[in-house]
């Protein structure tokens, strides 16, 4: 690069993607590119790079579920949780065992939809 | 009937085309056109003229190339319609002239598609959680500053990492080609 220097550039460039440069920083990366190709040549290719991103996310983003970024907290919360009801469930399970015949009943029940792939008049497992 | 189904058949093509190019497209705008949401104004409205002059394209050319030298009066059209606010929150007409005239060089034309493509893999190589803050930012789903907020993190932080990983996808697609290159 000829005199522009490299770290302030990228600084605007930076901001520019954010879309946090405001218009003293405008006219800053103005100055910088309208005399110098190889601050053009960095531009360019710096920004291809953001649309490539805008467009990966775009093309994603409306496919995919939402995704959210959760603070540490709350996932630790939300272990803590899981943890306390899978320990429940197992105490709960052990102090009053299910009697056999309803435990039968209720797995049949339950088991019948989970094989609704099966092709209609196909039958079941003996 | 026969004029219908070439009409239709003519649309087809070109919306082909136009599905093809419409990273470059997208590239070259937003190079020209730092005001993103005006960027994206543009694109829309660029298939209706580019539509419009498509019997001014010849089969077998870079579509590419032709669609971009006909977004670019485009983009310094309103650049002359635009008000000086507007104007002021832009790049001059010299330097989008500038910027325009040393992205559409054949080569050049190559090398930032070919940065594309690379740029893709490299995004795929990113850990889940940044992938998922592109998406969630640039995808428009939410702001970096809700994403800030959910964090407990300072907003700047968090456009901060978003520069990080733009660089170092940048940096990836450059190593790859420059790998490629090599090997060749």
């Known amino acids: 690069m000829s005199h522009v220097d490299h770290q302030r550039l990228m600084t605007l460039i930076d901001a520019l993607c954010s879309q946090t440069l405001d218009a003293a920083g405008m006219a800053e990366l103005e100055a910088m590119l309208i005399d110098d190709a190889e601050a053009r040549r960095v531009y360019r290719h710096a920004i291809n790079t ?11 983003s409306s496919s995919g579920p939402k995704m959210t ?14 943890v306390v009801i899978t320990v429940a469930a197992i105490v709960v399970h052990r102090i009053f065992p299910a009697k ?3 435990g039968a009943g209720r797995s049949a029940h339950t088991a019948a939809p989970i094989q ?11 | 009937m026969a004029l219908h189904a070439e009409q239709s058949d003519r649309y087809t093509k070109f919306a082909m085309r136009l599905t093809r190019a419409r990273p470059g497209l997208h590239s070259f705008i937003t190079t020209l056109t730092p005001n993103f949401t005006e960027a994206e104004k543009t694109l829309r409205d660029a298939s209706l003229v580019l539509w419009e002059q498509y019997d001014d ?4 050319t870079n579509f590419l190339s032709w669609a971009c030298r006909i977004v670019r009066r485009q983009v310094i059209e309103h650049r002359h319609a635009a008000s000086p606010d507007a104007a002021a929150a832009g790049f001059s007409a010299a330097l989008i002239e500038r910027l325009a005239d040393e992205t559409l060089v054949d080569a ?7 940065e ?18 592109i998406r969630v930012i640039y995808g428009g789903k ?9 964090l407990n993190r300072p907003v700047q932080s968090v456009h901060q990492r978003l520069c990080q990983l733009r660089r170092a996808v940048e940096q990836c697609a450059q190593r790859t080609l420059d790998g490629e290159g090599g090997a060749s």
Do not use: F, M, W
Request: with cysteine; hydrophobic share 40%; glycine share 6%.
């Open chain 1, 50 to 60: 953001h649309s490539t991103l805008r467009q990966y996310a775009q093309a994603t």
């Open chain 1, 116 to 126: 609704s792939d099966k092709a209609p008049g196909e039958k079941a497992e003996p």
């Open chain 2, 142 to 150: 939410q702001t970096a500053q809700a994403i800030a907020a959910q």
């Open chain 1, 100 to 102: 056999p015949g309803e």
């Open chain 2, 57 to 60: 394209y010849e089969p077998g």
């Open chain 2, 108 to 114: 050049e034309l190559e090398r930032l598609a070919a």
């Open chain 2, 116 to 133: 594309r493509r690379a740029a893709g893999q490299c995004i795929a190589k990113l850990q889940q959680g940044d992938r998922n803050l």
């Open chain 1, 69 to 82: 970024v959760k603070p540490l907290h709350v996932i630790i919360a939300a272990a803590v949780i899981v």
